[in-house]
């Protein structure tokens, strides 16, 4: 059965291009960013990803979770988030790609008990 519903997840996707910078980016990503992100948006969860086998580079992503569709609407126009997103453009846009998408589950399966 196909389960669709409504975007309430939000990704955030970043490519970067100087890898020399990874470590740094890392380091005030979680010490700031994120934390202040998930409080901004009002999500009730985030996880971040590496993706190490998309290309060239490595690809970054922050992934936040809402309670509905219309919780993330008003996240995504929290004035904080365009202050945020400024800083983080300003910061680490010379150094990668970035990239914004809502998105929606259109399914979800689990393994069967026991395999």
Known sequence: M?????????????????????????????SGHFPNSLSAFGAVSAERWWSLDEGEYPVHYAVYTFDSPDALNRGLADPRIAALTEGFMQKWGPYGEGSRSRIRRVEKISAPEGE
């Open 2 to 30: 196909v389960e669709a519903t409504e975007p309430d997840t939000l990704m955030i996707r970043l490519v970067v291009h100087d890898t020399s910078k990874i470590t740094e980016f890392e380091e005030w990503y979680s």
